[in-house]
């Protein structure tokens, strides 16, 4: 069972049988997602969210560290988008 929380509010973390799941942003707003790391069948992987090409979400699963990253790229994304 996963733990509930908010993730459709823009960010949550949860631990699920020993994976470490991070989801940052709001994917209503995309139009593609993309596995950018990993693959379904392994415990791991990254996707990203996009709306016209602009980051607007990112999903991490046991990729803490790439998380990380596109978290902080996220945040500079909507600041510039935000502030056009």
Same mark, same amino acid.
């Given at each position: 069972? %996963? ?12 631990? $699920?049988?020993?994976?470490? %799941?991070?989801?940052? +942003?709001?994917?209503? #707003?995309?139009?593609? $997602?993309? %596995? ?8 791991? %992987? ?6 016209? +090409? ?6 991490? #699963?046991?990729? !803490?560290?790439?998380? !990380? ?7 500079? !994304?909507?600041?510039? $988008?935000?502030?056009?």
């Amino acid at each position: 069972m %996963i733990p509930r929380t908010d993730w459709h509010r823009g960010s949550g973390v949860a631990t $699920v049988d020993g994976v470490r %799941i991070q989801f940052a +942003g709001h994917t209503a #707003q995309a139009d593609s $997602v993309t %596995i950018e790391d990993g693959v379904l069948a392994d415990r791991g %992987i990254l996707a990203v969210c996009r709306r016209a +090409g602009h980051l607007v979400a990112v999903l991490g #699963q046991d990729r !803490t560290r790439l998380f !990380t990253r596109r978290r902080r790229q996220l945040s500079t !994304t909507v600041a510039r $988008v935000g502030s056009a």
